[in-house]
């Protein structure tokens, strides 16, 4: 058997990163704050530029925009947190 290596018209072949970093580090964001303890993110949306997250939507009170910001700091390869998160009309910190 002769073992020939995979190529296009002379080139070989470009390999994509199906899931590249910047999906992976969203993923892990995201499932942080589902299963983070003191906070609904249901309403949240978690946008990666590079190793910087925004987080926007809405939450109950100021304690869950506080939680959803420590959660996020917590995920290894995160280095800075955007907090755009605003809480429904009427609630308070209490």
């Known amino acids: 058997m002769v073992f020939k290596h995979p190529q296009f018209n002379e080139t070989a ?17 995201a499932d942080a704050l589902a299963s983070a303890g003191g906070i609904d993110a249901s309403e ?3 946008t990666v530029t590079g190793s910087s997250i ?12 506080a939680r959803a ?10 280095t ?8 429904e009309a009427g609630s308070h910190l209490t």
Do not use: W
């Not at 925004?54 to 925009?65: F, Y």
């Open 69 to 78: 910001e420590e959660v996020v700091r917590s995920v290894e390869g995160v």
């Open 44 to 46: 949240v949306t978690v």
């Open 80 to 87: 800075e947190v955007r907090n755009s998160i605003t809480a």
């Open 13 to 29: 072949p470009e390999i994509e990163v199906e899931f590249p970093a910047y999906a992976q580090l969203e993923g892990k964001v």
């Open 54 to 65: 925004a987080l926007a939507g809405r939450v109950a009170d100021a304690r869950e925009i």
